[in-house]
């Protein structure tokens, strides 16, 4: 299955395709690159959808959430039932991200891939549920093979399935900081006291608890890791990171680019880059979180965010609003007049 998915997907490099859709730039009724980044934002969605003729008529964002066995070592400030009670008030409307989504006219789901409750049947939220919560990955695996390939495909069906020009991922659940930490502990080789950071508020004693599980954690999994991005998500990735990366290769098998979020939702981009290289090309990166590390990877990546913010809620909020700067950015590639058109004289 997942060698189906790398296969699938295809490089969106083509010089032929990217000459035209600079011609195109040059010719809107502007001084050469004068819309900055957004010049370089609208050439990356063309090259993605492989012609210069693109535009972005719909966009969705997917929330994925799940619960972790690792908040059995008492690392985190909030209890795992928080995660329960924050993908119901999505569903209702009441957080950050289904505000900014509704402000923003944006489709929106949560997709339940692992959360330790079973929820009514309701129009936001998808079910997809592989678990009741992941095991503890202290001196185990987070997940069977099994069940992480099938989170994977389940996040696969999501973004092949679903209608839309644009795609942004988030995340929702409990401990998931943890698992996104030791996840770029094992894929960069970073150790874990520079990886972890406070998620949703451990300071202190807490902290300093969190990064000696942690590093405990990734120094029993290196011991016998195979080396592969797979095994390393089986081993400390969550059910909802593992459905990101799923619709990742969906998304970029259907040449849809898809917007990461945060620390979390970046951890899952690293994943599914390591597991083919050429998904980054379909990548937008939204912001730099303020949660530790997040600035170091994307430096590690040579990866240059849409913003900076100082924020780390998650849950897609920062995607929300760098999809709107993508949608900007196509909307003046695709509607601005070009000197050729309006009669305006160029510089000569």
């Known amino acids: 299955m997942l060698k189906n998915f790398i296969q699938e997907v295809v490089s969106t490099k ?33 090259l993605c959808r492989g012609s210069e003729k693109s535009s972005i008529a719909t966009a969705m964002l997917f929330t994925f959430a799940g619960d972790h066995g690792i908040t059995a070592e008492k690392i985190t400030p909030f209890p795992s039932e928080v995660t329960t009670q924050m993908v119901m008030n999505m569903a ?10 509704k402000k923003a006219g944006f489709e929106y789901s949560v997709v339940d891939m692992g959360v330790n409750a079973d929820f009514p049947d309701h129009p936001l939220i998808i079910k997809k549920k592989v678990g009741r919560g992941t095991k503890t990955f202290l001196n185990g695996s987070a997940m069977s ?32 900081s943890s698992s996104a930490a030791a996840l770029y502990s094992l894929l960069l080789n970073v150790e874990p006291d520079r990886t972890t950071g406070p998620g949703t508020g451990s300071h202190g004693d807490l902290l300093e608890r969190k990064k000696r599980i942690i590093s405990d954690a990734v120094a029993f999994h290196r011991k ?16 909802e990171i593992a459905g990101m990366v799923g619709l990742i290769m969906g998304a970029a098998t259907k040449r849809v680019p898809v917007v990461v979020d945060g620390f979390i939702a970046s951890s899952a981009a690293l994943v599914a ?5 050429v998904v980054k090309e379909y990548l937008y990166f939204s912001h730099a979180s303020a949660e530790s590390f997040h600035k170091g990877f994307l430096e590690l990546e040579g990866i240059r965010p849409i913003l900076d913010l100082d924020m780390r809620l998650g849950e897609g909020t920062g995607s929300v609003l760098a999809m709107q700067i993508i949608e900007q950015a196509m909307a003046c590639y695709n509607t601005m007049a070009t000197f050729s058109s309006a009669g305006v004289s160029n510089k000569e």
């Open 145 to 176: 093979s099994d069940q992480c390939n099938t989170a994977l495909q389940s996040g696969y069906e999501v973004g092949t399935q679903a209608k839309a020009d644009l795609f942004g991922i988030g995340e929702m659940g409990i401990g998931n």
């Open 92 to 101: 209702m409307g009441g957080a950050a991200v289904t505000v900014m989504c």
């Open 273 to 277: 880059m390591r597991m083919a290289p």
């Open 224 to 239: 016998s890791w195979d080396g592969t991005p797979l095994e390393a998500l089986c081993r400390v990735g969550g059910f």
């Open 14 to 46: 083509n010089d032929r395709l990217s000459a035209k859709i600079q011609a195109h730039l040059n010719d809107l009724t502007k001084p050469l690159g004068s819309l900055g980044r957004l010049e370089e934002f609208a050439m990356q969605y063309c």
